[in-house]
């Protein structure tokens, strides 16, 4: 349920995208420069920690793709919408003339 309300409306994915970026980067950050020389020292943990900030990287591809996505559709249907509107008038016009 809440992964539909936030998939569903774009300022409320925009803003999970921006809180995501922010903990990626903390999470990145944070181990380079709080734990780097612990992770040099083990290495399974290193890749531990390198394969779950790839995780975390693809995971916010995907998510802005996503966005992406649905920023298209919405285009499309408008203009859909507004092309059918259009047509719509000019055969009422041309009724209009007869």
């Known amino acids: 349920m809440l992964a539909r309300a936030i998939l569903g409306d774009t300022r409320v994915r925009r803003q999970w995208m921006f809180?995501?970026?922010?903990?990626?980067?903390?999470?990145?950050?944070?181990?380079y420069f709080l734990a780097?020389?612990?992770?040099r020292a083990h290495p399974v943990l290193f890749?531990?920690?390198v394969l779950a900030?790839?995780?975390?990287?693809?995971f916010l591809v995907l998510f802005a793709f996503y966005d992406?996505?649905?920023i298209r559709r919405e285009f499309y249907a408008a203009r859909?919408?507004?092309?059918?509107?259009m047509v719509r008038a000019m055969k009422e016009e041309q009724a209009g003339e007869r």
């Open 47 to 49: 890749a531990l920690y």
């Open 68 to 70: 992406m996505l649905m």
């Open 80 to 85: 859909r919408a507004a092309h059918e509107e």
């Open 36 to 39: 780097g020389s612990f992770l």
């Open 53 to 58: 900030s790839l995780a975390g990287v693809l």
């Open 19 to 31: 809180i995501g970026t922010l903990m990626v980067l903390g999470f990145v950050f944070g181990g």
